[in-house]
C-alpha cells in the first residue's frame, strides 16, 4: 500500500477536460504514454467539482485529496467554455498556481493571445499530437498542489493551525520536490 | 516481428524467383518484385493441386500454406491502408492513432474508430432533424457541424472534416438549401470513410485469425 502511495505521489497527475469523447479518450491515451496519471472529465463544472470549487453542494461527500500538477482543457466546450475554467482556476487562492493548458481546433489568434494573457501556460491547436504532450514537462508543477476535495475537508483545514497544516501535507509535498530534485538537478 | 522464423510472409526478408504466373499473382498485392530461393519446399507451393486436402500433406508443406494466406492478407493490408491515404480518406492523424496503440492498448483504434462512428451517427441525425425544422436554428446546426468537423480531424477522417468547411459557411449564410446538400455530402463522405475502415478491420482480423501479426505502418 505504501508503495502505491508513493508511485502515486512521484507521478504527475493531469486533469483533462473536453466534452468530446473522442478527444477524451486520445488526450488521455497521450497523456499517459508519457506516464502521466491521468483524471479525464467531460465539463468545467466536472473539472472544478474534481478540484473541490463546487463542493457547498456536496455536503455528504466523502473528503479525498485531490493532487493536480497540470490541468489541459478544451476551449470550446457548453455552458462552461476553457476560457471561463482558465478564470475561475486563476481566480481561486489555492487553485491558481495550477499550470492550465488551452486546446482548441481553431486557430483564432484573438482567442490564444485572450487565453495567454489570462495566465494559460500555453495552446495547442487540436488534434493534439505526440509532440504537444512532450512540451507540457517543463510546465509543471514540482509539487502538486493538494486539493482537499469536500467541503467537510476544507472547513477541517480551517480549523487547522498553520503549523497542523504544514505537517498534514507537506510532506507529500516534499517527496515530490526530492525527486524532481535528484532527477533534474 | 511479421510471422515466424522460417516463413517467407514478408516479401521484404526473403529472396524469391517466381515463375510468371505466380509473379502476375503477387504483383496484385504487392509493388515490388518477388524473387524465389528454391528450396524442396517450394516446388510444393508451385505445382500442388489445389484439391488437395490440407491436411493430408506434410506437416511443413501445411504449415508454408498457412503462411502463404498470411503473407498474402498481409500484403492486401498493406496495399489498402495505402490506399486509403493516397485517395485521401485517411490522412496523418490516423497514423499518430496507430501510433498510439501498442501491446498494453492493442484494440486502442478500433476503440476509438468506434466512438467516431457512434458520435458521427448521432450528429448527422441531430443534423437531419435541426434542417427539418420550419425555422431552422443555424446557430445550433453550426455548433453540430463544428463538433463532427472535431472529431472526424481527430480521427484523420479527412475527406469528412473537409466537407465541414463549406457547410460551416452555409450555415453563417442562413442557406437551409445549400446546407441540406451539404449534409447529404457529408453522408456520403461518412458512410464511405466508414465502410473503408471495417473492410481494414475485417482485414486485421482475418490476419490476425490466419494467425499472422499486424504489419506496422509507418
Given at each position: 500500500m505504501a508503495q502505491v502511495q508513493t508511485t502515486m505521489d512521484t507521478q504527475f497527475h493531469v486533469l483533462a477536460v473536453d466534452d468530446s469523447i473522442i478527444d477524451r479518450k486520445l488526450i488521455e491515451r497521450l497523456l499517459k504514454t508519457s506516464s502521466y496519471q491521468v483524471t479525464v472529465v467531460d465539463s468545467g463544472s466536472k473539472a472544478l467539482e474534481f478540484l473541490g470549487l463546487l463542493s457547498e453542494e456536496k455536503e455528504g461527500a466523502e473528503a479525498r485529496e485531490v493532487g493536480v500538477n497540470l490541468i489541459i482543457t478544451d476551449y470550446?466546450?457548453?455552458?462552461?467554455t476553457g476560457y471561463d475554467l482558465l478564470r475561475k482556476i486563476k481566480g481561486s487562492s489555492y487553485l491558481k498556481d495550477i499550470p492550465v493548458i488551452i486546446m482548441s481546433s481553431e486557430n483564432v489568434p484573438s482567442r490564444i493571445n485572450r487565453c495567454l494573457e489570462e495566465g494559460a501556460e500555453e495552446f495547442f491547436l487540436k488534434p493534439v499530437q505526440q509532440s504537444d504532450v512532450n512540451r507540457i514537462k517543463p510546465h509543471l508543477?514540482?509539487?502538486?498542489?493538494m486539493v482537499p476535495n469536500g467541503l467537510k475537508r476544507r472547513k477541517a483545514m480551517a480549523d487547522l493551525s498553520p503549523d497542523q497544516k504544514t505537517r498534514k501535507y507537506n510532506n507529500s509535498n516534499n517527496l515530490c520536490g526530492i525527486f524532481w530534485q535528484n532527477i533534474c538537478e | 516481428m511479421v510471422g515466424t522464423a522460417n516463413s517467407f510472409t514478408t516479401g521484404r526478408n526473403r529472396i524469391t524467383n517466381p515463375t510468371n504466373h505466380s509473379q502476375k499473382r503477387l504483383q496484385i498485392y504487392h509493388g515490388t518484385n518477388l524473387h524465389f530461393c528454391t528450396t524442396p519446399f517450394d516446388c510444393y507451393f508451385l505445382?500442388?493441386?489445389?484439391?488437395?486436402?490440407?491436411?493430408?500433406?506434410p506437416k511443413a508443406v501445411y504449415q508454408r500454406f498457412k503462411e502463404m494466406e498470411v503473407g498474402q492478407l498481409q500484403r492486401s493490408f498493406v496495399e489498402y491502408m495505402a490506399s486509403l491515404f493516397r485517395e485521401g480518406f485517411l490522412d496523418a492523424q490516423f497514423s499518430q492513432l496507430q501510433q498510439l496503440q501498442?501491446?498494453?492498448?492493442?484494440d486502442f483504434v478500433v476503440e476509438v474508430v468506434s466512438l467516431f462512428f457512434e458520435d458521427s451517427e448521432r450528429l448527422l441525425n441531430d443534423l437531419t432533424t435541426a434542417l427539418d425544422q420550419?425555422?431552422?436554428?443555424f446557430k445550433q446546426v453550426d455548433a453540430h457541424v463544428h463538433q463532427l468537423k472535431g472529431s472526424s480531424s481527430s480521427v484523420g477522417a479527412q475527406r469528412v472534416k473537409n466537407c465541414c468547411i463549406p457547410f460551416r459557411n452555409c450555415c453563417e449564410e442562413h442557406n437551409t438549401e445549400a446546407c441540406l446538400r451539404c449534409l447529404q455530402q457529408i453522408k456520403q463522405e461518412y458512410l464511405l470513410v466508414k465502410s473503408k475502415l471495417q473492410t481494414l478491420f475485417e482485414l486485421e482480423q482475418q490476419i490476425v485469425a490466419a494467425g499472422g501479426a499486424i504489419p506496422m505502418v509507418q
Open positions: 470550446s466546450m457548453p455552458e462552461m508543477m514540482r509539487e502538486k498542489v | 505445382f500442388a493441386p489445389p484439391a488437395t486436402p490440407l491436411p493430408l500433406l501498442d501491446d498494453s492498448n492493442p420550419p425555422n431552422v436554428d
